[in-house]
């Protein structure tokens, strides 16, 4: 029963409200709108606090510790991806372009989830490693790199096989309507580049050279302000979903179970390894959240330039729609009973 | 006052294809044009509210007859299929033709 009374009080905590506030105002056709302008800087606001605190954690413990975690998580995420894809185009059906995109999608890793993780944690009195921020970091471009990559070099073989008419010789050549594929390095350099990546990268690097002692004049804003900005983006995400909710029929019953049954099992899996590595009881949730978490924000600007054949209405509807309110009611309290039963099973402190 | 005929085309699409179309306009030499974020409804639904990704752009480019076609086959052949865009012409005229 004790994860029923997680997420019943997970419930009632301001960041689920206000999402679902955000979802009943956007199906009554309320015009309430968070403005653009602040939600195009909430996302950058909140990277740039959990890169600071990242940064600052990573200088009092040491990089040292960072690099087995690292190479876990990324394994994992390019196994996943591996695994989504191969789910999608063999169980579901999905076309190639279609299944490398959600493959990603649900690969990469949600900054906005992340967030709310943190401040789930913080609300059970609960710490995680600082250094999961340079997880997050180089997390996020991994599994697009190698879809797309994977992407490309199918749409070559392709090519191939249809003659030489197909494309010109070297590079990887065009898709049915003739359209040059994007060159491996633009999307590499894109999504390294990329501001989410930009800003937390910074942060990290700007939170380890400044310190704790650095960083009080500016805790008002980057650590007492931090729950509150995740709940003023919170409404928006919940009137973007709750627009949405028309759209998850299109989405089937197929994908709308792979958008709550993988989140779920990466995230167990996350839990458990990082239990094995020796995080605490908190880090080891915001490893498997890291793992379960779905990109809606990166993965669109991302994907529409390299994949441009795979449909987005599938995965921004399955990562923002099903995953994401998913992940943050159901899924974060299972993920700490999972934690808490795990360093029980190893002896740590909980 | 004389005004000369050239041609004024008019993209509007999805904003992730904003850059693809400037990079076709500077590929065939057009040396200025510009751009609008702005929403709408067409074929794939309401465009321009939601997240940022989703809004719509609007590019224009005041160009010469004769690289119009060149232009307008390059952006349906590599835009087309996969974004939400429509293109359209007119006929306008310009003072300055030496600037296009």
Redesign the interface.
């Known amino acids: 029963m004790e994860i029923l009374d997680l997420i019943q009080s997970n419930l009632l905590t301001p960041i689920v409200l206000f999402f679902l506030f955000g979802i009943v105002a956007a199906r009554v056709k309320s015009d309430l709108?968070i403005p653009?302008a602040i939600?195009?800087f909430l996302p950058i606001y909140l990277l740039a606090a959990i890169g600071l605190h990242g940064g600052i954690e990573m200088r009092n413990t040491g990089l040292g510790q960072i690099a087995a975690p690292m190479a876990v998580a990324v394994a994992l995420s390019l196994l996943f991806t591996l695994n989504h894809y191969w789910i999608l185009r063999r169980l579901g059906r999905f076309n190639m372009y279609d299944s490398y995109a959600l493959a990603s999608t649900y690969g990469a890793v949600g900054a906005v989830t992340f967030s709310v993780g943190l401040s789930f944690l913080a609300g059970q009195g609960l710490e995680s490693e600082g250094y999961l921020a340079a997880v997050l970091a180089v997390l996020e471009p991994a599994a697009f790199i190698l879809a797309i990559f994977m992407a490309n070099m199918a749409a070559a073989r392709q090519a191939r096989k249809r003659g030489p008419a197909g494309g010109p010789a070297g590079g990887p050549a065009g898709?049915?309507?003739?359209?040059?594929r994007p060159r491996m390095a633009s999307v590499l350099r894109q999504s390294v580049t990329g501001k989410a990546i930009a800003v937390l990268l910074g942060s990290i690097v700007i939170g380890y050279i400044i310190g704790k002692e650095g960083f009080e004049p500016i805790s008002v804003v980057f650590d007492e302000m931090f729950v509150g900005a995740i709940v003023i983006f919170m409404i928006e995400m919940g009137v973007?979903a709750g627009?949405r909710l028309g759209d998850i029929r299109e989405v089937g019953v197929f994908l709308t179970s792979f958008a709550v049954a993988v989140p779920t099992l990466n995230g167990l899996v996350g839990v458990l390894a990082a239990t094995a590595l020796g995080l605490s009881t908190g880090g080891a949730v915001m490893f498997g959240l890291l793992l379960a978490s779905a990109s809606?924000?990166a993965a669109?600007?991302v994907l529409?330039?390299a994949i441009?054949?795979a449909r987005?209405g599938l995965y921004?509807t399955s990562a923002?729609g099903i995953t994401f309110p998913y992940n943050i009611i159901v899924l974060l309290p299972v993920m700490l009973a999972a934690s808490v039963w795990a360093h029980g099973l190893v002896g740590g402190t909980p | 006052m004389k005004l000369y005929p050239v041609k004024l085309l008019t993209v509007t699409c999805?904003i992730?294809?904003r850059?693809?179309v400037i990079s076709i306009l500077e590929g065939r030499g057009v040396t200025g044009y510009t751009t609008y974020e702005v929403a709408g409804k067409g074929d794939r639904g309401v465009r321009g509210?939601?997240?940022?990704?989703?809004k719509n752009a609007k590019v224009e480019a005041v160009v010469r007859e004769e690289v119009l076609t060149g232009l307008v086959e390059e952006i349906s052949?590599?835009?087309?299929?996969?974004?939400a865009l429509v293109l359209y012409v007119a006929d306008v005229g310009v003072a300055r033709v030496e600037k296009f």
């Open positions: 709108r653009d939600s195009e898709g049915p309507a003739g359209a040059p973007i627009r809606f924000i669109p600007a529409r330039h441009p054949e987005p921004i923002l | 999805e992730l294809a850059d693809a509210s939601g997240l940022e990704g989703e052949q590599k835009l087309f299929a996969d974004y």
